[in-house]
DNA sequence: TTGTACGCGTTATCAT
DNA sequence: ATGATAACGCGTACAA
């Protein structure tokens, strides 16, 4: 049989209640019985039941995240961004492929209600839950709700910089990185020779490269496809986790946040 | 408030447990019966409660991945794998990263058990837990566990074949897929001319390749870094996470699985 | 075939 | 500061 409260309270010899109280850190209960309990704990190897306590709490600290597809490269370092932080407020995450199917989507949703989790993270571009419960959507803004974003307009402004004037070419495969850039991106006819070529989720072919072409590739940190003397555009995947993840505990704990729209910085680094 | 099966049973007018049987699909239960049930289902829009469901029948249909580093290219996809077969199997996953220190680790571990998950995937390199809790470990055979590996023997008696009498040279970065490979690829004096060159974890460096030269590149589904011209030895992180999932669901289920090792064949393939 | 009643391990509300 | 006890929502042996 398992260890439950009660075992402890009867060793302890208090009431379960208190048990209780002391390992939800009550501050009104004298150091005596704090010991006396915890001494009781250790010596009864007692571990709190999580779902016990979330039938009786109706919280489950537990958040679902819907992706498009998990097996995007840069979908584990979001997910390491989430669960760094989380993980830290002893939340957990579970991760769920949406694979832009509607039916599918709206399995994985019922099912994670159903699970009662505490919050969502929006990752797909679908559509918020009907259901009142925070969710922080990933992604352009929508009305009315918290949402995350990369800074595109960033991206695209310090392409243009490094362009100064000469032609800024957009190069993507099937999974781009930057979505959506290349409305931002200067096409005024060139003034200066050579072009900026932005390889965004493809590597380059190889290709006579005059002296006057840059190229740039979009980046993660962990998916260094990088080939030496290109320019690396990072796509910030670990922070816009860890910004999603401390924006959404914020709303769980119901810190008066109002929707708000925050964006993470991409940023463009220089061949070694 | 919450819709309840009480709630069902009322409007059904039929017993909780009658509620409960028909949405277990148990069989003796008139049709009649069945169908006033779930029109009332609909009507009210019922959920069950899996954490209610967790208490009474102390399962929580989730499973707890370690990963030492979740940021890393190829953990997306086999937790996309993962995730594939489990969720068709209404068990979720929660990944936590272990980072390679104990006491973190020890810390998600109790943290899991407090959830009652139903199993674990250990891909961590870290010991089992001493709770007799179904698990299955990714990478080397440990004693009596099951276990799931990459094949390195195939890989590298493929790379042997393709070298056809070259030597092989091994250029493995930080983050290898192929850790341990070394061992296993020929050494003996090239009787050749040119070079097979793996690169694992790597991009390979821009250099003058002879014509007698061969590239290689360790590569997974959706990290698609290889150089035209390179060949690519495929890393199944994807297929790993499926048979990771059936093996753990048939240990959960008390399929009488013995204990055993399983393997998955990483694939060799020409440039395009 | 269906109903009754108890147990699952906690938290929360009253009391004291 | 602590004890008693009622929820929480569901599964299930047992009874009918």
Known sequence: MRVTMSDVARAAQVNKA????????????????????????KELGYRP???????????SDTVGVFLEDIS??????????LERVLSRHGVD???????????????ALSGLLSRRVDGFILFDNGPAPEADIPS????????????????????????????????????????PFFPGIGALLPDDAPKKKGTVRLFD?????????????????????????????????YWPAFELGTLSARLLLNIIQGKGVRPQVVSVLPALTGPL
Chains 1, 2 share one sequence.
């Open 18 to 41: 208190t048990v209780s109280r002391v390992l939800r850190g009550d501050a009104r209960i004298s150091p005596a019985t704090v010991e006396k309990v915890w001494a009781a704990i």
């Open 93 to 107: 995450i579970i991760p769920r492929a949406t694979g832009g199917d509607p039916q599918q989507r709206y399995n």
């Open 201 to 233: 989720g493809l590597l380059p072919q190889e290709e006579g490269t005059s002296p006057d072409d840059t190229v740039v590739i979009s980046a993660t940190r962990r998916c260094p496809a990088v080939p030496p003397g290109a320019w690396k555009l």
């Open 72 to 81: 995007l490269p840069w979908a584990a370092e979001y997910l390491a961004g």
């Open 49 to 59: 039941d999580a779902i016990a306590r979330g039938l009786s709490s109706s919280r």
């Open 136 to 175: 922080v959507i990933v992604g352009p803004k929508r009305e009315g709700g918290h949402t995350v974003s990369v800074d595109l307009g960033s991206a695209a402004s310090q392409l243009a910089r490094l362009a100064d004037g000469r032609a800024v070419e957009l190069h993507q495969g099937e999974n």
